[in-house]
């Protein structure tokens, strides 16, 4: 199974600034996935992150409000840009493991006041 | 995309009952797992499990692919399987998953 540490592991942050959270793994990983649980509610798949490439995105997730990067196969980013109250939630990244079942870091949980 | 149901939302069981939960899922997966979140928020994988079944201690895990739906068996419930249980469902094995949206279970002591 792949160890996935996160940080910050929980932060409080002012609307209007933005906060980068980072995910790094034991083992070299062609994927990374991050994904977002608002309070109470399922986990939503934000964007795949492969190394070398530009993260793909899903409906309702851009860019320029959460930009990700890459730079190796074991190490990604995501920034919360521009925060509003509504992006209160846990942040999560996740790989797959070798047997295609998928590990999770311990998430990141932001407050936005 | 997939969407996928599972039931039933809420749970509250004496502890050393068993369940069942259910995951429906609305087209074919070639990716179904299984995973638990404690009540600190970590999500645990229980099962990779797109066909057939499997058993884990007092876990066990069957899905019926061609009818597009997998159960979740917890015998001999203890307090420590309190938390959220997720089913997630994919096109395929290394590829994103689509969650539903959990059974909430509560063992009591």
């Known amino acids: 199974s792949a160890v996935i540490s996160q940080k910050p592991s929980r932060d409080i942050c002012q609307r209007g600034t933005s906060l980068t959270i980072q995910c790094q793994v034991d083992?070299?990983?062609?994927?990374m996935f991050w994904y977002r649980q608002q309070p109470g509610q399922s986990l939503t798949l934000i964007a795949t992150?492969?190394?070398?490439?530009?993260?793909?995105?899903e409906s309702g997730f851009v860019i320029d409000k959460f930009p990700i990067s890459r730079p190796n196969l074991t190490f990604s980013t995501l920034t919360v840009s521009n925060m509003s109250p509504e992006d209160s939630s846990i942040y999560l990244c996740?790989?797959?493991?070798?047997?295609?079942?998928?590990?999770f870091g311990p998430g990141t949980r932001l407050t936005v006041t | 995309g997939i969407q996928v149901e599972q039931s039933p939302p809420d749970l509250i069981l004496q502890e050393g009952a068993n369940s069942t939960l259910r995951c429906n899922f609305s087209?074919?997966?070639?990716?179904l797992q299984w995973f638990h979140q404690n009540p600190w928020g970590q999500l645990i994988n229980l099962f990779y499990?797109?066909?057939g079944t499997k058993q884990n201690g007092r876990l066990s895990a069957t899905t019926v692919a061609t009818e597009r739906y997998s159960l979740l068996y917890i015998s001999s419930s203890q307090t420590t399987d309190s938390g959220v249980y997720f089913c997630?469902?994919?096109?395929?094995?290394?590829?994103?998953?689509?969650f539903g949206g959990g059974t909430r279970l509560m063992v009591k002591p």
């Open positions: 997630a469902g994919g096109d395929n094995a290394g590829n994103m998953l689509t």
């Open positions: 087209d074919s997966v070639n990716n």
């Open positions: 083992s070299q990983v062609t994927m």
């Open positions: 996740s790989v797959d493991g070798s047997s295609y079942e998928q590990y």
């Open positions: 499990i797109p066909s």
């Open positions: 992150a492969n190394q070398g490439s530009e993260a793909t995105y």
